[in-house]
Structure formats: C-alpha cells, structure tokens
T-cell receptor
Framework: GDSVTQMEGPVTLSEEAFLTINCTYTATGYPSLFWYVQYPGEGLQLLLKATKADDKGSNKGFEATYRKETTSFHLEKGSVQVSDSAVYFCALSVIQGGGKLIFGQGTELSVKP | DGGITQSPKYLFRKEGQNVTLSCEQNLNHDAMYWYRQDPGQGLRLIYYSQIVNDFQKGDIAEGYSVSREKKESFPLTVTSAQKNPTAFYLC?????????????FGPGTRLLVL
C-alpha cells in the first residue's frame, strides 16, 4: 500500500545550521507530496507542496524537490532559526484516494541558540 | 477571518460514554476530514466527506461515527466501542477533495479518558 517514511527524530541543531529531513514514499501512480509543520499543541500548517515530478516547493526558506527516480521529497533549509523548532510531517495524496493524506511519523526538530 | 474551529480544546470521557467533537469551517470547502494523532506517530484518517450528506470510512473508522448535514460542519462521535480513544483529534478541510489540494487544519481536540 501507499506509505511515507521519514527520518527519525529528534533532530537537534544549532541556530544557522543546515537542515535536511529525509522523506521517501511508496505509492501507485503519481502522488502529490506535501510537508506540513506542527508547533506544540497546535494543528498542522502546510509548509510546501509539489504535485508532479521535478517540481520544487518552497516557503519561508524551506525547499523540497519531488524526485520520482528516487521516490523522495527531502526537506532542506540553509540556515535554521530557533523559531523553526517544531514537528515536520511528510505526506502524500494519490489520485484515487479522495483527497486523503498519508503521513510519515513526523520528525521533531529542536534548534538551540 | 476564514478558518476551521474545533471544540472543545480538551475533552474528558468516562467509561461507556459517547462524546462528540465539533468541527466547523467557514472556508466554503466541500471536503472535510478527521484524523487521529497518537504520540510519536503520524496522523491516521478516521472519516472523510467530499460532499454534504455523504461520507466514507478512513483507515481507522471502527468505534467512530460522523455526520455531514451541513457543508460547514462535520462532527465526530467517539463511541464506547472505541477502546483506546485517548489521542489528539484533528479536523481538516479542502476545496473539493482533489489529490493536489492543500488541506487546512483546525487547532485540534485532545481527548482523555477518566
């Protein structure tokens, strides 16, 4: 079945460090791919998305490229800030899925000053 | 401001009791979803609805029920048949339920068992 695998956390970085959170997927057809962010005690917010192969999603300094050949959608940011501390979820949605999102387990990021 | 509201923020359930979680959206979206989040895990789909008066089971529907009588409302009932209801429940909506669409999430309801 369709699934998403993320790198395990927690990830702890110093401010201004480079961030990579790995995400790989298994899906039939050509899914849309998403990164959502969750701050403590809150709901999820869309960070970025890509709907076809080779698309790059970007927002607030974060980027991810839809790589069909490696079935990956890794999240990157060149210089993290303390305010980026949150849990990050990779997710996919397939054409026949009724819009349902299939999530990875989430990666907790902690950025220290 | 358009958005999704969920109430209450915290809910306590006694043994054998049914409880209902509220979800309201004023985004004029057709599709609405309920997800369950357990600690250290991703979200799992409970039920979804792409149009008024119609809904489908998600991956973990057992012990839950929903209704969709109005476009803006999609309440979730956690029945006594759900043996492990303690979790964070998130409601979401999207414009039509297509696979390229962004889902917008509410702030969540945390359900605890007494």
């Amino acid at each position: 079945g369709d699934s998403v695998t993320q790198m395990e956390g927690p990830v702890t970085l110093s401010e201004e460090a480079f961030l990579t959170i790995n995400c790989t997927y298994t899906a039939t057809g050509y899914p849309s791919l998403f990164w959502y962010v969750q701050y403590p005690g809150e709901g999820l917010q869309l960070l970025l998305k890509a709907t076809k192969a080779d698309d790059k999603g970007s927002n607030k300094g974060f980027e991810a490229t839809y790589r069909k050949e490696t079935t990956s959608f890794h999240l990157e940011k060149g210089s993290v800030q303390v305010s980026d501390s949150a849990v990050y979820f990779c997710a996919l949605s397939v054409i026949q899925g009724g819009g349902k999102l299939i999530f990875g387990q989430g990666t907790e990021l902690s950025v220290k000053p | 401001d358009g958005g999704i509201t969920q109430s209450p923020k915290y809910l306590f359930r006694k043994e054998g009791q049914n409880v209902t979680l509220s979800c309201e959206q004023n985004l004029n979206h057709d599709a609405m979803y309920w997800y369950r989040q357990d600690p250290g895990q991703g979200l799992r789909l409970i039920y979804y609805s792409q149009i008024v008066n119609d809904f489908q089971k998600g991956d973990i529907a057992e012990g839950y029920s929903v209704s969709r009588e109005k476009k803006e409302s999609f309440p979730l009932t956690v029945t006594s048949a759900q043996k492990n209801p303690t979790a964070f429940y998130l409601c979401a909506s999207s414009m039509t339920g297509g696979h390229i669409e962004t889902q917008y999430f509410g702030p969540g309801t945390r359900l605890l068992v007494l």
